[in-house]
């Protein structure tokens, strides 16, 4: 079970929301599991997940380089603010920056998964859900080239059941409901935790893309 790629999600992620912080090895370790899972998606979903991992790559190296300081999302916003870093652009943002982009990444994650755990049709295509989640989270942060892009990589996605067949993997179809229940759960609480963090700190009006 430890081998099935729902379990490492769900596992991950229960485990990355601690306390009202998020502890970034499990968060970190999530988004690997995840982005392994939705390269299997769609071509569309590839182009999410290319710009997922860079961002993930680089907090995953700031851990490495400062495990205590970058140890929960809290110590390091903390942190950045304290050596006013936590506004620092292109090409070395902050880890915050980056957590900021990778949450517009998770909003588009929840508000899909919603769409398709509530679709009863099996024949309907799930193209709409992920351009309405696309649109609302991750569209303002890309540039023309990049939405027209994706915008046609959308026409390739596949109908509900088979997207559901190529979610589940080798999972059994028990576990889809686990799945559905966890990631939308605990994402919510960290997108929480994280929009709580911008309000906190006053970053709410930098551009985390910039």
């Excluded at 380089?65 to 902050?94: C, G």
């Excluded at 229940?181 to 997108?191: F, Q, S």
Aim: charged content about 25%.
């Amino acid at each position: 079970m430890e081998n099935d790629i729902i379990y490492q999600i769900v596992d991950s992620i229960s485990k990355s929301v601690v306390s009202e912080d998020v502890e970034t090895s499990h968060y970190i370790q999530f988004w690997h599991h995840i982005c392994r899972m939705m390269t299997n998606w769609g071509v569309m979903f590839g182009f999410v997940v290319e710009d997922v991992m860079k961002k993930v790559e680089k907090l995953e190296e700031m851990r490495k380089n400062n495990e205590e300081t970058y140890r929960t999302l809290r110590n390091m916003v903390q942190f950045e603010e304290k050596t006013k870093i936590i506004r620092r652009p292109k090409p070395n943002r902050s880890g915050t920056s980056l957590v900021r982009v990778l949450n517009c990444a998770l909003k588009f994650l929840i508000t899909f998964l919603e769409q398709v755990r509530n679709e009863r049709n099996p024949e309907e295509y799930v193209g709409q859900f992920a351009k309405l989640a696309y649109n609302q989270h991750l569209a303002p942060l890309h540039s023309w080239a990049v939405r027209t892009v994706v915008s046609g990589a959308l026409f390739t996605l596949p109908k509900h059941q088979e997207f559901m067949r190529r979610l589940r993997g080798s999972s059994p179809v028990e576990n889809d409901e686990l799945f559905f229940e966890t990631v939308i759960g605990k994402g919510n609480d960290i997108v929480r935790i994280v929009c709580e963090l911008e309000t906190k700190h006053g970053i709410l009006e930098h551009n985390p893309s910039s």
